[in-house]
């Protein structure tokens, strides 16, 4: 098993699998292990189709369902090359549900009520810059670059991209500067009292959960919030789908254009055809 699993591990490297994808893959991988007992390489189609509905039976969520499978098909397809039709193990369909969007009054609130400048520059930055969770834990100093307004955000799959730096976050980011400085080492938000380490993405959340509470927003959310908020409001002074594709590092534009359904007023805003030509219709009538 430990030779199997380490040669999985390093098929994951050689295919630059993200640090947190690779420790879930391998998680995932040892649960299949242990549901299957015997030798994964004696392994069927049919034994990774049991496992896919025993995960069915526990009634997990597709997307969960659909990641540990991911973890055992990389296994099977990519590290040990089986010729299996890709077919034969369908993924879960997934029902998306649209998220709750804050507005920029709230966003407001929530801000003024982080605990501390540190979480209110992280909610800043997360919003000014669309980022998701583990783009913020990633960015260091050298990101960021006040001479030509631009942050450099290492994405998805280490995909790297550059985001407009606005003169507003670009002041916040100079008093939290001021602030942490004699303490300052790699990163732009290191734990607390440990600026040696990455800041917890758990502890970012929590704060975000104590903002909102503090600053009496009930909308259900986390803190990918800040991010769809970032793109609906974009959109709302008239930002083009192309541009916001650009900004939040998404591969399709399909995964953007949900945010033309985010709030609830934005059809109510658009000016149908129809109407321009109304008058004339009754006036032929």
């Known amino acids: 098993m430990k030779a199997l699993l380490d040669q999985f591990e390093f098929s994951l490297r050689v295919h630059a699998r993200a640090t947190q994808t690779k420790d879930r893959y391998m998680y995932s991988l040892k649960e299949f292990f242990s549901f299957i007992v015997k030798d994964p390489r004696e392994a069927t189609v049919e034994d990774l189709q049991r496992y896919q509905v025993h995960l069915l039976d526990k009634k997990l969520h597709a997307r969960t369902i659909n990641s540990k499978m991911a973890a055992v098909k990389f296994f099977y397809f990519r590290t040990l090359g089986r010729d299996w039709s890709i077919n034969s193990i369908p993924w879960i369909k997934v029902k998306h ?47 960021i670059d006040s001479k030509t307004n631009v942050v450099h955000v290492l994405g998805k799959g280490n995909k790297e991209r550059f985001v407009p730096l606005p003169e ?76 916001i594709q650009i900004l939040l590092g ?20 658009l000016k149908n055809p129809l109407d321009a030509i109304a008058k004339k219709l009754t006036r032929q009538s």
């Not at 704060?207 to 927003?217: L, V």
């Not at 995964?255 to 033309?260: A, G, L, N, V």
């Open 97 to 143: 549900k649209l998220p709750n969007i804050l507005s920029p009054e709230e966003v407001v609130l929530i801000i003024q009520n982080a605990k501390g400048l540190k979480y209110q520059t992280m909610f800043m930055t997360l919003y000014a810059l669309g980022l998701r969770a583990g783009e913020l834990l990633r960015l260091t100093y050298k990101d």
């Open 168 to 243: 507003s976050l670009l002041v916040a980011l100079r008093r939290y500067w001021v602030q942490v400085k004699e303490n300052k080492w790699i990163w732009l938000f290191p734990m607390d009292n440990r600026p040696r380490e990455q800041i917890c993405k758990t502890t970012i959340c929590r704060a975000y959960r104590d903002a909102k509470i503090r600053a009496g927003i009930d909308k259900p959310g986390g803190l990918h919030q800040l991010r769809h908020s970032f793109a609906t409001h974009l959109m709302e002074v008239g930002t083009s789908l192309r541009v």
């Open 250 to 269: 998404h591969g399709q534009l399909s995964t953007t254009e949900k945010y033309t359904h985010l709030r609830p007023d934005f059809e109510a805003k």
